[in-house]
């Protein structure tokens, strides 16, 4: 999924006010802070300066929720909501 519209922009703000803090050497695009990764065009992050999070993370963090929901209903009896 490359970035477009908002999302785009909001990237290359944040990459440029990186940019601008520290050194040119040193500047680096914003990376997930669950899995380490870097943003770019196919990987989405959300977040802020201090905290950001890729699609995959946020994926894999709905399917682990979901089981838990899942796994909760299950030993109290409840169908699931």
Known sequence: MALAGQAK??????????????????????????CGEAGNSERLLVGDADCCIC???????VARIAEARQARSLRNGQPLL
């Open 55 to 61: 699609e995959s993370c946020v994926a894999l963090a």
């Open 9 to 34: 922009a909001d990237y290359q703000r944040e990459y440029m006010r990186r940019k601008r803090t520290g050194s040119a050497k040193t500047a680096k695009p914003p990376t997930c802070s669950f």
